[in-house]
């Protein structure tokens, strides 16, 4: 018998961990939930707009909304690692770092998609939007763009929660490298609302696969520099 | 306890002094001997300095991003100091950048600011270097700022040319100088604007260096402090 655990047992076992903390605390989720809505209204009262122009302005708006409240997500992610030293517990674990990323990626991923499945009903009813393409894209769009979200928050939601006032550094941090995310995930959800050819907006989509593949690769190299004593 | 020497005082004077006159010879190019341009007029003179500093934030950044590499590598802390003292300049060339770019496009454009790409990821490049610097001024302890500083160099390079082609993909008014077949301008032109790219470059070298020897010298200052007090 061997006492080191495989690299899938120990994400499995941290995600298990975090997951049944959420499901518990309801921590992140509900405030994922409540605020995005309060991003819509907020919205609903600074764009008051006749309903044609909604249009051109909803993609934007539920993107901005989901990484907003996203951020609250992610200031959460390891910040509740910090108290009585957990953090320092995971590390001295017999596994690799990398699979305390990667636990914390799928964990985040799952919290942020599971809110995202009643926020997206919910911005369509609000904003009277019909969706005339195909689900299955919509979906693609709304898993790659928060896989890409996540995949870079996460990596720095563990750098900031290192610093002093991580809470007001993550945002700062975040926002500029998420920039080709946030206008990739605007622009292909314009494309399939306003009804474009696929191949129209074909290219946002490869960049998002591009983008999240590089910052899967880049964090599994840099993880463990991130977290040393 | 070793002590970390910073640039010798002679090299950093060196380069000093020929960053002073490269300075002053490219500003007399600029602004005495090369023709003004046929359309824009002397307002375009700006773009001599305006493209030397881009390139010099550019090349500044680069630094950053090697010099955290070699950190993280080799846990030697003069590649750490000399990834901060880069980012530093690095922002200030930017800020340059971002000044004189509207000051030629109010004239030009009609308008300050335009969301082209190249506007927008110069932007964003400030953004994401700021975003380091106070990395580094709020992390505890130097030897774990010099980590998370050094992993955020790595990330936010890696991030600029992803910025750079998401933005491209909006229609561009920048003016693209350098076509692949040939230069769009008038030789006296190209040789003045070779000349403010080597005098900032010189500028640059001579700036990190100082910037490099104050920062080892600081520490040493403070670790002599300790010393007293023990």
Same mark, same amino acid.
């Given at each position: 018998?061997?006492?080191?655990?495989?690299?899938?047992?120990?994400?499995?076992?941290?995600?298990?961990?975090?997951?049944?903390?959420?499901?518990?605390?309801?921590?992140?989720?509900?405030?994922?939930?409540?605020?995005?809505?309060?991003?819509?209204?907020?919205?609903?009262?600074?764009?008051?707009?006749?309903?044609?122009?909604?249009?051109?302005?909803?993609?934007?708006?539920?993107?901005?909304?989901?990484?907003?409240?996203?951020?609250?997500?992610?200031?959460?992610?390891?910040?509740?690692?910090?108290?009585?030293?957990?953090?320092?517990?995971?590390?001295?674990?017999?596994?690799?770092?990398?699979?305390?990323?990667?636990?914390?990626?799928?964990?985040?991923?799952?919290?942020?998609?599971?809110?995202?499945?009643?926020?997206?009903?919910?911005?369509?009813?609000?904003?009277?939007?019909?969706?005339?393409?195909?689900?299955?894209?919509?979906?693609?769009?709304?898993?790659?763009?928060?896989?890409?979200?996540?995949?870079?928050?996460?990596?720095?939601?563990?750098?900031?929660?290192?610093?002093?006032?991580?809470?007001?550094?993550?945002?700062?941090?975040?926002?500029?490298?998420?920039?080709?995310?946030?206008?990739?995930?605007?622009?292909?959800?314009?494309?399939?609302?306003?009804?474009?050819?696929?191949?129209?907006?074909?290219?946002?989509?490869?960049?998002?696969?591009?983008?999240?593949?590089?910052?899967?690769?880049?964090?599994?190299?840099?993880?463990?520099?991130?977290?040393?004593? | 306890?070793?002590?970390?020497?910073?640039?010798?005082?002679?090299?950093?004077?060196?380069?000093?002094?020929?960053?002073?006159?490269?300075?002053?010879?490219?500003?007399?190019?600029?602004?005495?001997?090369?023709?003004?341009?046929?359309?824009?007029?002397?307002?375009? #003179?700006?773009?001599?300095?305006?493209?030397?500093?881009?390139?010099?934030?550019?090349?500044?950044?680069?630094?950053?991003?090697?010099?955290?590499?070699?950190?993280?590598?080799?846990?030697?802390?003069?590649?750490?100091?000399?990834?901060?003292?880069?980012?530093?300049?690095?922002?200030?060339?930017?800020?340059?950048?971002?000044?004189?770019?509207?000051?030629?496009?109010?004239?030009?454009?009609?308008?300050?600011?335009?969301?082209?790409?190249?506007?927008?990821?110069?932007?964003?490049?400030?953004?994401?270097?700021?975003?380091?610097?106070?990395? #580094?001024?709020?992390?505890?302890?130097?030897?774990?700022?010099?980590?998370?500083?050094?992993?955020?160099?790595?990330?936010?390079?890696?991030?600029?040319?992803?910025?750079?082609?998401?933005?491209?993909?909006?229609?561009?008014?920048?003016?693209?100088?350098?076509?692949?077949?040939?230069?769009?301008?008038?030789?006296?032109?190209?040789?003045?604007?070779?000349?403010?790219?080597?005098?900032?470059?010189?500028?640059?070298?001579?700036?990190?260096?100082?910037?490099?020897?104050?920062?080892?010298?600081?520490?040493?200052?403070?670790?002599?402090?300790?010393?007293? #007090?023990?």
């Amino acid at each position: 018998m061997t006492l080191k655990p495989s690299f899938p047992r120990a994400v499995w076992a941290m995600l298990v961990k975090d997951l049944r903390l959420e499901f518990h605390t309801k921590e992140m989720f509900s405030a994922l939930l409540i605020f995005a809505l309060l991003v819509a209204v907020a919205f609903s009262f600074a764009f008051d707009v006749a309903p044609e122009g909604l249009r051109e302005v909803f993609p934007g708006m539920i993107w901005v909304a989901f990484f907003f409240a996203g951020m609250l997500a992610l200031n959460r992610s390891f910040a509740s690692e910090k108290q009585n030293g957990c953090l320092q517990a995971l590390m001295l674990g017999p596994f690799d770092r990398s699979a305390i990323y990667f636990a914390k990626v799928i964990g985040n991923l799952l919290v942020m998609l599971a809110s995202e499945v009643v926020l997206t009903p919910l911005f369509f009813i609000f904003f009277d939007m019909r969706l005339d393409g195909s689900i299955w894209l919509l979906a693609a769009i709304w898993l790659l763009a928060t896989f890409g979200f996540i995949a870079v928050g996460t990596l720095l939601s563990a750098l900031a929660a290192q610093a002093r006032a991580s809470e007001i550094l993550l945002p700062i941090i975040v926002f500029p490298v998420i920039t080709p995310v946030v206008m990739a995930a605007v622009k292909s959800t314009a494309g399939l609302l306003l009804g474009a050819r696929l191949v129209d907006y074909a290219i946002w989509l490869k960049l998002l696969v591009a983008y999240d593949l590089i910052f899967l690769a880049v964090p599994f190299i840099l993880f463990e520099y991130l977290l040393e004593v | 306890m070793p002590q970390a020497k910073g640039p010798a005082r002679d090299m950093t004077q060196t380069l000093g002094l020929l960053a002073a006159v490269a300075v002053f010879v490219a500003l007399g190019l600029v602004f005495l001997w090369v023709p003004a341009e046929r359309v824009m007029g002397d307002v375009q #003179r700006i773009f001599y300095f305006h493209v030397a500093s881009a390139w010099n934030a550019f090349l500044a950044f680069l630094v950053v991003f090697v010099a955290s590499i070699a950190f993280l590598r080799s846990g030697s802390h003069r590649w750490d100091t000399l990834a901060y003292c880069s980012a530093e300049i690095g922002v200030v060339f930017t800020t340059i950048t971002l000044i004189t770019g509207p000051i030629w496009a109010r004239p030009i454009w009609n308008t300050w600011w335009s969301w082209d790409p190249r506007l927008t990821t110069t932007l964003i490049l400030w953004f994401i270097y700021l975003a380091y610097l106070v990395i #580094r001024s709020s992390a505890e302890g130097s030897q774990q700022q010099s980590r998370l500083a050094a992993v955020f160099g790595i990330i936010g390079f890696v991030d600029v040319p992803i910025v750079f082609m998401s933005t491209r993909w909006w229609r561009s008014i920048h003016p693209t100088l350098i076509q692949t077949d040939k230069m769009n301008m008038e030789p006296s032109m190209v040789f003045t604007m070779v000349f403010s790219f080597v005098s900032f470059t010189i500028l640059y070298a001579f700036l990190l260096s100082y910037r490099v020897r104050l920062e080892t010298l600081a520490e040493r200052a403070a670790a002599l402090k300790r010393d007293l #007090r023990r």
